[in-house]
């Protein structure tokens, strides 16, 4: 029912910055719920960022607060991730999701991926 395809990611020094947007696709799109989620080496894909249908409420991992916003655009069928101040940690392959209720940071709660987008930041 809804189709999500991340983008934005790169190659980019400590302290700088990108964006992510993830596309979406399918009619219900604007009352789904959206969130980002990472995957770094050797580790276990972890929350990063929720947003509700409306634009909010919002919420974020502690590692990310202050450096990262998740916003999205309805009319668009678009979200987003602003990321500053970019650290080597923040090294992952970031995936969009999608789920038919409230923002959630749980990933079995998302009904719908992206493929992810790479995110590597060098020191």
């Known amino acids: 029912q809804v189709h999500v395809a991340e983008s934005g990611g790169g190659l980019v020094q400590a302290g700088g910055s990108l964006r992510l947007s993830c596309a979406a696709s399918?009619?219900?799109?604007?009352?789904?719920?959206m969130a980002w989620f990472r995957q770094a080496p050797g580790k276990e894909r972890e929350f990063v960022a929720t947003?509700?249908?409306?634009?909010?409420?919002?919420d974020y991992a502690e590692s990310v607060k202050y450096r990262f916003t998740i916003s999205r655009d309805n009319p668009k069928n678009t979200v987003y991730l602003q990321m500053n101040s970019l650290k080597p940690e923040d090294t992952a392959v970031y995936y969009c999701?999608?789920?038919?209720?409230?923002?959630?940071?749980?990933?079995?709660?998302?009904?719908?991926w992206g493929q992810g987008t790479q995110v590597t930041v060098s020191s």
């Open positions: 999701a999608a789920r038919g209720g409230p923002a959630s940071t749980r990933q079995s709660q998302y009904d719908y």
């Open positions: 399918g009619r219900t799109f604007r009352t789904y719920a």
């Open positions: 947003i509700g249908w409306s634009g909010g409420p919002t």
